[in-house]
């Protein structure tokens, strides 16, 4: 069984910060790309931020110089550090998973429930 949690979203500011983290268990996570994408109301979901296996890296244009995705293999978790947040940035935070399950030999993607973020005065 695979599962992503999610956790750090909230209620911040406009110009703060907040970090993302996304717990991965059933899969083999340093052979995984992982990512988050948001959902805001009324919109598609859209790619934040991307990491390779290898630890190359993408970011979505409006985020890039703000957002840092990172990962820790060693602990099973994606980090999303989000500065400088504005308004716009106001979503649902998923956790992704490009992976193959523990027990299986065939890649597969995968999601977590969500975290809110919401940036307002």
């Known amino acids: 069984q695979v599962q992503l949690v999610e956790s750090g979203g909230g209620l911040v500011q406009p110009g703060g910060s907040l970090r993302l983290s996304c717990v991965a268990s059933?899969?083999?996570?340093?052979?995984?790309?992982m990512g988050w994408y948001r959902q805001a109301p009324g919109n598609q979901r859209d790619l934040v931020a991307v990491?390779?296996?290898?630890?190359?890296?993408n970011y979505a244009e409006s985020v890039k110089g703000r957002f840092t995705i990172t990962r820790d293999n060693a602990k099973n978790t994606v980090y999303l550090q989000m500065d400088s947040l504005k308004s716009e940035d106001t979503a649902v935070y998923y956790c992704?998973?490009?992976?193959?399950?523990?027990?299986?030999?065939?890649?597969?993607?995968?999601w977590g429930q969500g975290t809110q973020v919401t940036v307002s005065s």
């Open positions: 059933g899969i083999y996570f340093s052979s995984s790309a």
């Open positions: 990491i390779t296996s290898g630890s190359s890296t």
């Open positions: 992704h998973a490009d992976a193959v399950q523990f027990g299986t030999r065939y890649r597969s993607t995968y």
